[in-house]
Antibody, heavy 120, light 110 residues
Framework: EVQLVQSGAEVKKPGESLKISCKGSGYIFSSHWIGWVRQMSGKGLEWMGIIYPGDSDTRYSPSFQGQVTISADKSISTAYLQWSSLKASDTAMYYC?????????????WGQGTTVTVSS | QSALTQPASVSGSPGQSITISCTGTSSDVGGYNYVSWYQQHPGKAPQLMIYDVSKRPTGVSNRFSGSKSGNTASLTISGLQAADEADYYCSSYTSTSIPVFGGGTKLTVL
């Protein structure tokens, strides 16, 4: 079964760092783009960025450039999303998703989501 | 990179057909045949319903169809069912090589 499994919910304080993960299984992880999507409570979906694990080609949406770092370790089929200094406004649900074979970012497999809460 | 424009809400009765529009520019929707549509039920992860404008993933009902004309893409749901009540998002590849979502549309089945 093709699936993406994300790390568990996080509660952090402003200024702290955080790295969440997304582990793929059931397919060749290095051959599919992985995207990260933010969803703030009651709001819509926002693309944060995408990475191709095969060569670590990474692209960021303008709103998130410089705010987060996306990476991947193809040896363990895992993608990451990290913050160096969290803000309260980073409180949201974060999803990773896989691009369908042959598709330009039609994301056919989604992780279950990771809730990040940033509060003092 | 602005979000694509979708109606905030649409509604329809069971058995009817509805269409959700997604308007962009020549730098996204109009420039590429890479529009996707996602369904999201409350508390759940999004699910891909349509990709590359009109292709359906395996397992998605043929009641869902996609099309595009100029800078506007559309998702049509025929034979509306109660289970179709959800939020729907379009997404398009863009000239910046990163996709963009629409603002989302809440579908209510009356």
């Amino acid at each position: 079964e093709v699936q993406l499994v994300q790390s568990g919910a996080e509660v952090k304080k402003p200024g702290e760092s955080l790295k969440i993960s997304c582990k793929g299984s059931g397919y060749i992880f290095s051959s599919h783009w992985i995207g990260w999507v933010r969803q703030m409570s009651g709001k819509g979906l926002e693309w944060m960025g995408i990475i191709y694990p095969g060569d670590s080609d990474t692209r960021y949406s303008p709103s998130f450039q410089g705010q987060v770092t996306i990476s991947a370790d193809k040896s363990i089929s895992t993608a990451y999303l990290q913050w160096s200094s969290l803000k309260a406004s980073d409180t949201a649900m974060y999803y990773c998703a896989r691009a369908a074979p042959g598709s330009y970012f039609g994301m056919d497999v989604w992780g279950q989501g990771t809730t990040v809460t940033v509060s003092s | 990179q602005s979000a694509l424009t979708q109606p905030a809400s649409v509604s329809g009765s069971p058995g009817q057909s509805i269409t959700i529009s997604c308007t962009g520019t020549s730098s996204d929707v109009g420039g590429y045949n890479y529009v996707s549509w996602y369904q999201q039920h409350p508390g759940k992860a999004p699910q891909l319903m349509i990709y590359d404008v009109s292709k359906r993933p395996t397992g998605v009902s043929n009641r869902f169809s996609g099309s595009k004309s100029g800078n506007t893409a559309s998702l049509t749901i025929s034979g509306l069912q109660a289970a179709d009540e959800a939020d729907y998002y379009c997404s398009s590849y863009t000239s910046t090589s990163i996709p963009v979502f629409g603002g989302g549309t809440k579908l209510t089945v009356l």
